[in-house]
């Protein structure tokens, strides 16, 4: 018989919201720390360069010779860490690395003589590549669990910790400090963020993150006994899995090649081309690593909304166009805004292509990511040295046409960064 007293109104059903397992979440903080802590110590390194010469008696002409060591190093530590990384797990090489990195650091203050800065730089660099590639792979895993894109916001951190090595280590110069000293107390704090880190990542993969409504499904773990890597949930076939990394690590070789080439020819770009002082040519650098920083924060939610493809491709034609208005642009003001246009531009391009590299199905997870980083890395060195060859033949600005030209063919080809058919995403907050 139907109730007189009318119909009940404002009753809502309490559907419960999806959270995201307290170790994940300190799992991802611990990464932040990771990526952080490398960008700081190789930002000491970079600022205490000349004090470093000054003390080793290496003149500025065959400094280049010793950071080409540190990179041959890094590109060493890069393929070495990959397959270690999927025997042992990330978490461990990232252990292991970050030990590495944050102990060598004091090398390049002790040097007293080019042979030990040879050495100290040898080491230094071989951690530092050994780490890029394990905390990516674990920033990978971290970014499965989570179901969306968290990437970016992990180089960001990289960024970041750039900025603060840079700060403190020019304060550091300005309060007078020795070297060692500086470079000492770096290791030690590294060391405490270490080995307050490392216990929070992901010990394997297959870690299972449980919440009120959803479930993360596990995958494989670092060396589970699997007979194919094509048994893996949604894995490419072996042969198109060799040929997408090798697409993955051409796009980032053009990327980190106009990234290179960005960072080091910036500020003498305009200077040389406009005619401006020191200072003014120095906010060319500044816009594009501040556009680069800020854009890394924004990236992971325009590519949830969007797609990695998209990121890709606009921020690739972001990226271009910069460079077009720097080619035309014989206004101060006008050019700056187009460095800091490039920096926006490939600041979340690089991240699509990790976190490709890292979700191809594969249970060889960092051994994929160790060939696009050593690719892509290359770039990053052949970049300056390109534009700096062809200024014997061109002037410095009709030289930034070879990266704009680059760029344009990574727009081209963006949709290599498209998920793996049959990818399994589960979005979780």
Known sequence: MPSRAGPIVGTVERVPVPTVDRRLRLARAAVFAVFALNGCLLALWVVHIPAVCDRTGIAKSTLGSFILILAGAALIGMRISGPLADRFGSRTMVAVAAFLISVTVIGPG??????????????????????????NTQ?????????????????????GGGLLGSLAGAAALRAGMDIRLTLTIAAAA?????????????????????SDTVEIASVPAS????????????????????KKVFGLAAVAFICLLTEGAAADWSALQVRDHLGTDEATAALAFAGFSCTMTAGRFATDRLAGAFGPVAVVRYGTLICAGGLTVILASVWTPLTLLGWACVGLGLSGVIPQIFTAAGNLGSVTVATDMSRVFSIGYLGLLAGPALIGWLTAIVPLTAALAVPLVAILVCERFAGIVAPVPGERRRAVT
């Open 223 to 242: 060396g589970a006994a699997v007979s194919d890597p094509g048994d893996a949930p949604g894995a490419l076939r072996a042969s198109d899995r060799t």
């Open 190 to 210: 590294g060391l405490g963020l270490v080995a307050a880190a490392v216990p929070l990542l992901l010990r394997e993969p297959g870690a299972e993150f449980v």
């Open 139 to 159: 920033a990978v895993h971290v970014e499965r669990a989570y179901g969306r894109p968290v990437m970016s916001a992990f180089h960001a951190l990289f960024s």
């Open 110 to 135: 002790l040097a007293t003589g080019p042979v030990g800065l040879a050495i100290a730089l040898a080491c230094f660099g071989f951690g530092n590549g050994a780490l890029d590639v394990s905390m």
